[in-house]
RNA sequence: GCGCCCGUAGCUCAGUUGGAUAGAGCGCGGGGUUGCGGACCCCGAGGCCACAGGUUCAAGUCCUGUCGGGCGUACCA
């Protein structure tokens, strides 16, 4: 990459000028480029120069000069280094190897801007992990579309990634149980029967629907057992078929979990009593008040969590701990955990979970997403599971589309509120950003097949003549593919999936205006060869940041 | 009360780790095609970046406080 290029060489007439003694050697000073808002001041800035201006007491284009004295850059990169301002070094990058990039994009192909920081370490992707107590809901459609750009990204970066799903189907947690109290109402309901719901209950309507498939599928079966059997045959049912509904709403969604991680299955192992009885040992879990506590004040957090109930049972933070030590045992290099904002509580405690167990907190990181707000219209509309007015997943794809889905939910940072306006996603399908993008990659298609129509042979990058592109849209449009390999790295290392939606728009945009400027086919056979060449990098670039963002690349629309 | 997130154009949001004259989409006003897809392009109006202090050569960005919004603050998950 260009930046790391002239970067290297900054660091290096820094060295060299200190040794020379034009320049005192003062403290660490961090060597890097920006990327200057106004475009006519390059493609890339440093203000290393003011930065030890004020450390020297000397002016800073004083030193900036200097050090644009020892610059030696690497051939072909830059067409011009300029000092403007209070001391910026400008750096404008030669049309030449701008053209590079044509080639290098066309020869890497689906490969572009790939790299490898991650080095094939295993990092394991936890996201969504929806409790079994119905479908999986709008807010956590969100982390479904976050975790499944974040994990291409971290794969385009040299990660072996898996993605997991926790489910957690303890029958004893007192979420399930409650469910299954909820479910035996409405199936008593259903036959008659004079039931009401639990206070603390579940109140959605789809439990009502559940109960109906159930005395569709299994009649009173249940009817004449035990209020206890009851309960036990029918959080089993109901654990299954949730389980299944939501392993068929991520299907729909295009998202393929790696694992589907049962909670269930720690319990049965003793997995859980096991890390509990390890912290005991290890003297940071303490008995209080008849229950077993986490002593997570070590560990950074300000109050201490019960692990085991006075009741014996062990609690959600006691399973979790264990689970995350299952995911380090299994050899995971990295954890990432995607998180919904209820959740922001857990955070703290989990994080002290697992360094009492002694594992490098470095190599966990939980990421909060915030709150979809759904709009119907002007009304909002509430999204609580335990609420009752859930408004499932599998209604905004059917409503708006997978591809808008995916889109609307990664278009903005994920620690921001993102307001969803049903009616507005419908109602302006033809408006909706994400078309805008598709339509750039169908126009570049529809483009290549008019070359085949007309005998026009795409060519063989080898023999094509980069020189010819040289019309401004034409070098605007590749400063925009040489940005790919840098926007994937930087929206992996830094959580920031949303860029490459952000970087989608801006490539489709400018693709439009070569597009509008710059006719592709014409009777000058290495213009259009060049040109061609350049469309294909275009919908190379194009594909990478649609497949990252999971949104499909239509030929035709 | 305490903790986390948010407050930037009429609306929805970006803002490249503190850099030069604060950007995009939608909406609004005006223009553009005897051409490979007009689901497109160009121009314009529109801002005390919630407020007040502070740090710095430089603050939308960092610190402190205030105000407003969301969420959390269980031996629920």
Known sequence: MPRDLLTQALSHALTQAQNAGDLPKSAAVEVELQIPRDPRHGDFSSSLAMALASETGRPAREIAETIVRHLDLPADIASSVGIAGPGFINFLLSPVWLRGVVRTALEEGEDYGRSNTGQGKRLL????????????????????????????????????????????????????????????????????????????????????????????????????????????????????????????????FGINFDT??????????????????????????????????LKATDFGDDQDHVLVRRDGRPTYLAAD????????????????????????????????????????????????????????????????KRAGDIVPLSGLIEDVGSDAARFFFLMQSMESHLDFDLELAKKQAADNPVYYVQYAHARICSILREAEERGVSLPNIADVNLDRLEHADELTLIRKLADLPYEVSQAASRYEPHRMTRYARELASTFHGFYTNCRVLSDDADLTAARLALVQAALTALRIALNIIGVSAPEKM
């Open 125 to 252: 992707l936890e996201f969504v992990s929806a409790n079994p107590t119905g479908p999986v809901a709008v807010v956590q459609g969100r982390a479904a579309a976050i975790g499944d750009a974040l994990a291409r990204l971290f794969e385009r970066t040299g990660w072996a990634v898996s993605r997991e799903y926790y489910v957690n189907d303890a029958t004893n947690s007192t979420q399930v149980q409650r469910f299954a109290e909820t479910l035996e109402a409405r199936y008593l309901q259903q036959l008659g029967k004079e039931a009401p719901v639990p206070e603390d209950g579940y109140q959605g309507d789809y439990v009502v629907e559940m109960a109906e498939q159930l005395v569709a599928a299994e009649g009173d079966t249940y009817l004449s057992m035990s209020h206890e059997q009851r309960l036990a045959a029918l959080s089993e049912y109901c654990l299954k078929e949730i389980v299944s509904g939501q392993q068929h709403d991520m299907a729909a």
């Open 260 to 293: 589907w991680f049962m909670e269930s299955s720690l319990h049965e192992d003793d997995q859980v009593s096991k890390a509990v009885e390890t912290l005991k040992s290890a003297g940071h879990a303490y008995e209080a008040d008849d229950a077993l506590w």
């Open 321 to 384: 701990i264990a689970y995350h030590k299952n995911k380090f045992d299994r050899g995971f290099d990295r954890l990432i955990d995607i998180w919904g904002p209820d959740h922001q509580g857990h955070v703290r405690r989990t994080k002290a979970g697992v360094r009492a167990l002694g594992y490098d907190p470095s190599r966990f990181e939980i990421l909060i997403h915030q709150w979809v707000r759904l709009f119907r219209g002007a009304e909002m509309v509430r999204m609580s």
